[in-house]
């Protein structure tokens, strides 16, 4: 059986790592399936994709569909012709996507429609907000998908309630915690450690990306004035994505304790993540790697599709209403921010789970 493993853009890659390394473990041990990576192309800078690739030693893909960027719609369609071209030059037997990003659903698509099976790893998962392009992609995966791998009792539910039957959903726990238990001895110092002076549990982390939050210039900027304000005498370290990036230049911020940086790799930001007082983020995934970690973590979205991540974990939903920000960072300054466990099956062993039930189907 050939499977198609499809990564686009950074949020996959840690998701796929696990599987093609418990497949090539298989093959090793004489399993007989064979995958093909395809990579999209949908982020494409060293920063967003290559060093994912070289530190979690994920082999160089089979395919390159070179779809770059584009506007949401530009970007699906690009890849769905670029995908279903290769499928209909040299088929697989399985699609396989992770997450929720707009490869994840554009090869879905493509697949269907030329009647392959379509496997989603994280799926079922819901914010129920509609004006996430990322909740379209969740939604429209998983209306067309055949097997189902979830990381949550919740996104099992989520899919029960829409009509998919039991026998379809595999709850297997959460790939990127496989990636990062994988890595926890090796996570590495970034070169700016030492420059900035950092010291354990003695600054913020924080990364803001989702268009809601950074395509207007007024509204990043209240965020930020209001972050630095309360955030005591702590550095507040910013890797800051490409979208932000293009909106900050104008923004005129000028703070001494805010030190922006590129993009970093999987193994800096985690070394950076574990040893921070806290994380301030807009992201979902990361809000998984702090509840692992025990890391303190504040989320300005007025929802989320991992509600584990708060209910078990050490995320709080701050939402997008600046006046949230004083008393919520009051909490964490005066040391009462509550502390979580890790919610089941996130315990490094999904991707053997996923490989033995690829495998029997
Ligand atoms: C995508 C995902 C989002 C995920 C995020 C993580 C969707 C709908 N969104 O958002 O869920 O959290 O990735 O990073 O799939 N750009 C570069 N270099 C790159 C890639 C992008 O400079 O390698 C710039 C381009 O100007 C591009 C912009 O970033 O227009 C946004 O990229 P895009 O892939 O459209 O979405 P993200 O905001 O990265």
Request: charged letters at 25%.
């Amino acid at each position: 059986m050939l499977i198609d493993i499809i990564a686009g853009a950074r949020p996959n890659f840690m998701k796929v790592a696990p599987i093609i390394h418990q497949i090539k473990k298989r093959q090793d041990e004489g399993g007989t399936l064979q995958y093909r990576l395809v990579h999209t192309g949908q982020h494409y800078d060293k920063k967003m994709s290559g060093s994912f690739f070289e530190q979690l030693n994920i082999p160089e893909p089979d395919v390159n569909l070179e779809s770059g960027s584009g506007t949401q719609a530009e970007q699906t369609a690009k890849i769905m012709v670029r995908y279903e071209e290769l499928l209909l030059r040299e088929p697989c037997d399985l699609t396989l996507v992770v997450g929720d990003v707009t490869s994840t659903m554009a090869c879905s698509i493509a697949a269907k429609k030329l009647n392959i099976k379509v496997a989603h790893v994280e799926a079922g998962i819901r914010s129920f907000d509609l004006t996430m392009p990322e909740e379209i992609n969740r939604m429209v995966t998983d209306s067309i998908t055949d097997f189902f791998f979830t990381t949550s009792e919740t996104a099992n539910k989520n899919l029960y309630k829409s009509g998919v039957s039991k026998e379809q959903v595999y709850f297997v726990g959460n790939t990127m915690i496989d990636t990062l238990r994988t890595n926890e001895n090796r996570l590495q110092k970034p070169e700016f450690w030492d420059q900035l002076g950092l010291q354990e549990k003695k600054y913020l982390v924080m990364t803001m990306h989702r268009p809601a939050n950074v395509d207007e210039e007024a509204k990043l900027k209240s965020f930020m004035e209001t972050i630095i304000t309360h955030s005591g005498e702590f550095p507040i370290v910013f890797p800051i994505h490409p979208r932000t990036a293009k909106v900050f230049e104008k923004l005129g911020l000028n703070s001494d304790r805010l030190k922006l940086v590129d993009p970093l790799g999987y193994l800096e930001f985690n070394y950076l993540v574990k040893r921070a007082l806290a994380v301030v983020t807009d992201s979902g995934g990361i809000t998984e790697e702090t509840t692992v970690m025990g890391v303190p973590c504040m989320t300005l979205r007025d929802n989320t599709e991992r509600p584990e991540t708060c209910e078990i974990g050490t995320n709080e939903l701050i939402g997008t209403d600046i006046r949230a920000i004083p008393p919520a960072m009051e909490k964490l300054l005066s040391g009462n921010w509550k502390k979580g466990s890790i919610p089941e099956l996130w315990d490094g062993k999904t991707a053997e789970r996923i490989v033995a039930i690829l495998e029997q189907l």
